[in-house]
Structure formats: structure tokens, C-alpha cells
Nanobody
Framework: QVQFVESGGGLVQPGGSLRLSCAAS????????VGWYRQSPGKQREWVAS???????NYPENVKGRFAISRDGAERTLYLEINSLKPEDTAVYYC????????WGQGTPVTVSS
């Protein structure tokens, strides 16, 4: 079973930026589409970014232009660059395959507040 380890979250002021990282066991990032999800307090987990094996990226409208997903050259780490952070981006962020597997990491919390 693939294990995901997310990192890079923190407390950021509105308008700030963060780069989240995700490491996974095996070579999952080169074998299938992967992505980032988030779960805000009291809400269901939602998809926020994806990248296919060929490198094509996709985002929902509510984050398009502010979120950028990428992989490193060795495809061992998945990144999510978040710019122009808004309070509504406050959530725990997770990485997983697309569609997601049943195995989730602990996530990395992002809090956007002044």
C-alpha cells in the first residue's frame, strides 16, 4: 500500500505563499496521475490539483491561477505551490493518486490568517 507524507504547511498571512511537498513510497508519481486534496473544518475533502503521467495539470476553478502542481525531475516528490493565499484556503492538505486510494497520509495543515 502506498504511503504518503505531506509537509510544508504552516500559518500564513492572507496574500502570502507556501510550497507544500509530498513524498510517497515506491515510484507512484511516475506510474499514475496524482494530485492534491484538502479538507477544511466541517467540510468534505476536495480535490485542488492534479498532474498526469505526461505532465498535464488541472485545477478546479476556485484555485486556478493561484495553485501550481509539479513533480521534481526524479519524480520522487510532488509539490503544490500556493500563491495569493486566502482565509478560505485554510485546510489540511493531502496528496494522493487520482482517483484517490483508500490510504491517506496525515496531511499538512495550512492556516491563512492575519
Amino acid at each position: 500500500q502506498v504511503q504518503f507524507v505531506e509537509s510544508g504547511g504552516g500559518l500564513v498571512q492572507p496574500g502570502g505563499s507556501l510550497r507544500l511537498s509530498c513524498a510517497a513510497s515506491g515510484s507512484i508519481f511516475s506510474r499514475t496521475a496524482v494530485g492534491w486534496y484538502r479538507q477544511s473544518p466541517g467540510k468534505q475533502r476536495e480535490w485542488v490539483a492534479s498532474i498526469t503521467r505526461s505532465g498535464r495539470t488541472n485545477y478546479p476553478e476556485n484555485v486556478k491561477g493561484r495553485f501550481a502542481i509539479s513533480r521534481d525531475g526524479a519524480e520522487r516528490t510532488l509539490y503544490l505551490e500556493i500563491n495569493s493565499l486566502k482565509p478560505e484556503d485554510t485546510a489540511v492538505y493531502y496528496c494522493n493518486t487520482i482517483p484517490s486510494t483508500g490510504s491517506w497520509g496525515q496531511g499538512t495543515p495550512v492556516t491563512v490568517s492575519s
